[in-house]
């Protein structure tokens, strides 16, 4: 046996990392093992993203994704300073690019007022153009307290953080298998067994599968997405500042084509096409379980059959550099096809219900001594330290009893 924990978290992402950080900083002498697949942390989602810190403008007011998103900035923010992570405040500019984005963008703002955002602003043609000189756009809010930071580097100073707290991160523990004892878990890895007395699961795209395998139910599925990034050439005759997106249609699952400035670099994207597999980040590769399971699953026929057009429109642009262009252009007419490089994939774990509804807010599942994050998605890097001290506090709690 590899060892024996008071908690086990499985999943060396943002959120399984900082619920391990979390529940040491608030029970130093708790014995804590993250237990990752991978033999670095943060291969997956929280490695594979745009670092685009979320203001939380998005979200439902009351939701978990509002009020965690809040939380979570505020610490990020801390966390990173602590820690010499650079962290970049360029704001972003929602921008409505025809008048029937109007009632849209307005909503926007008052939703952000709600969720206690600070400093939000709309701006007319002319202000756009001070604030970012090659975008175009009837009006735009402008979002001061959106960031950008890198959250690789983030991931690695959590892994720190849990070890130097007397923690471990077990990398190269693929798991198998989860077994019940009277007393706890035995987690049954590649690399041996671990025993725990409380488990949680912060597996990302595989989080539906460690709940098969606990008898976890739930009526979720994950379907994976692929998001694939351009890169702005440096030779390009535009630029852009800061943060540039869409106002979102609420009809349609994605937000669609926007720009984020990452330090040097601009990148375009990412767009959103149904993955050949939870892993294929290349377009090349399949995952038959994946694909197979996905096409087999009633809730995701369903999801396809409700928005077609967004999914070829979709598909056409990531085979098509020239269409991506054109839909960039849209917000930047200076956007030509050449001037758009190769960039990173990513690939959302996105959970999705019978009636092929996408789950637009965060999921935990609890049994007496498993605790399941069933879906996190955007904004969950941004939150994942405020989400990890509510899976601190309920590790803590099954602990107790």
């Known amino acids: 046996m590899t060892?024996?924990?008071?908690?086990?978290?499985?999943?060396?992402?943002?959120?399984?990392?900082s619920?391990?950080?979390?529940?040491?900083?608030?029970?130093?002498?708790?014995?804590?093992?993250?237990?990752?697949?991978?033999?670095?942390?943060?291969?997956?989602?929280?490695?594979?993203?745009?670092?685009?810190?979320?203001?939380?403008?998005?979200?439902?007011?009351?939701?978990?994704?509002?009020?965690?998103?809040?939380?979570?900035?505020?610490?990020?923010?801390?966390f990173a300073r602590r820690h010499d992570i650079p962290f970049a405040r360029p704001g972003k500019l929602i921008v409505a690019a025809e008048e029937k984005e109007l009632p849209a963008l307005a909503e926007l703002h008052r939703r952000g007022v709600r969720n206690g955002l600070a400093g939000l602003r709309e701006l007319g043609p002319s202000e756009i153009r001070e604030r970012e000189p090659d975008v175009t756009g009837i009006r735009a809010l402008y979002v001061p307290e959106t960031?950008?930071?890198?959250?690789?580097?983030?991931?690695?100073?959590?892994?720190?953080?849990?070890?130097?707290?007397?923690?471990?991160?077990?990398?190269?523990?693929?798991?198998?298998?989860?077994?019940?004892?009277?007393?706890?878990?035995?987690?049954?890895?590649?690399?041996?067994?671990?025993?725990?007395?409380?488990?949680v699961a912060c597996a990302g795209l595989q989080s539906d599968r460690l709940a098969e395998m606990t008898g976890t139910r739930g009526g979720l599925r994950i379907v994976p997405f692929r998001g694939s990034y351009h890169r702005r050439h440096p030779a390009a005759g535009w630029n852009v500042r800061g943060l540039v997106y869409p106002v979102p249609d609420p009809r349609f699952p994605f937000l669609g084509v926007h720009f984020t400035r990452r330090g040097s670099e601009v990148w375009m994207g990412p767009n959103a096409v149904l993955a050949l597999g939870?892993?294929?980040?290349?377009?090349?590769?399949?995952?038959?379980?994946?694909?197979?399971?996905?096409?087999?699953?009633?809730?995701?026929?369903?999801?396809?059959?409700?928005?077609?057009?967004?999914?070829?429109?979709?598909?056409?642009?990531?085979?098509?550099?020239?269409?991506?262009?054109?839909?960039?252009?849209?917000?930047?007419?200076?956007?030509?096809?050449?001037?758009?490089?190769?960039?990173?994939?990513?690939?959302?774990?996105?959970?999705?219900?019978?009636?092929?509804?996408?789950?637009?807010?965060?999921?935990?599942?609890?049994?007496?001594?498993?605790?399941?994050?069933r879906n996190a998605p955007s904004p969950a890097a941004t939150a994942s330290l405020a989400i990890g001290r509510v899976l601190a506090e309920r590790a803590a709690l099954r602990l107790d009893e």
């Open 147 to 199: 960031g950008v930071v890198d959250f690789p580097a983030v991931a690695r100073a959590l892994a720190r953080e849990v070890q130097q707290r007397a923690g471990e991160v077990l990398l190269g523990h693929r798991v198998r298998r989860i077994a019940g004892l009277r007393t706890g878990q035995i987690v049954v890895t590649e690399a041996g067994e671990v025993a725990a007395r409380v488990v």
């Open 19 to 78: 619920t391990a950080y979390r529940l040491l900083e608030m029970r130093p002498r708790t014995r804590v093992a993250v237990v990752e697949k991978e033999r670095q942390v943060a291969v997956h989602q929280s490695g594979r993203n745009s670092g685009v810190v979320h203001a939380g403008i998005y979200y439902r007011p009351g939701s978990w994704r509002a009020l965690l998103c809040r939380e979570g900035r505020s610490a990020l923010e801390a």
């Open 3 to 17: 060892g024996a924990f008071d908690v086990v978290v499985i999943g060396g992402g943002l959120v399984g990392l």
């Open 278 to 373: 939870r892993e294929a980040y290349a377009r090349s590769r399949v995952g038959v379980r994946d694909v197979a399971e996905t096409l087999a699953y009633p809730g995701f026929l369903r999801l396809v059959a409700r928005h077609v057009p967004v999914a070829v429109g979709e598909l056409v642009r990531d085979r098509s550099p020239a269409m991506f262009a054109r839909a960039c252009r849209r917000y930047i007419p200076a956007v030509e096809a050449v001037d758009l490089l190769p960039g990173p994939s990513g690939i959302r774990a996105q959970a999705v219900d019978g009636r092929g509804r996408l789950v637009d807010d965060f999921v935990l599942q609890e049994t007496d001594r498993i605790i399941h994050v």
